[in-house]
């Protein structure tokens, strides 16, 4: 994951990160990254809709890539 240019990130079925590439620990400062910390960076329009689907992915356990914009770090 960490030969491609997009951010990328994994997580277990209960949500808990498990990995991210280096390009997404480079991008939010840290290796550990949340669903909060993914949150923080969607646009605040897109948040709800973004956050629905994770859930809705996590309540029925399936694999879902999850694909948003992020906006730039300050």
Excluded at 32 to 60: F, K, T
Aim: proline share 7%; aromatic share 6%.
């Amino acid at each position: 994951a960490d030969a491609i240019p997009q951010i990328v990130s994994v997580a277990d079925a209960e949500g808990r990160p498990l990995r991210a590439n280096r390009r997404a620990a480079d991008y939010f400062g840290r290796d550990d990254l949340s669903v909060e910390d993914w949150l923080e960076r969607v646009h605040p329009d897109d948040r709800a809709s973004l956050q629905a689907l994770w859930v809705e992915a996590l309540g029925r356990g399936e694999r879902r890539p999850l694909r948003q914009p992020l906006q730039l770090a300050d």
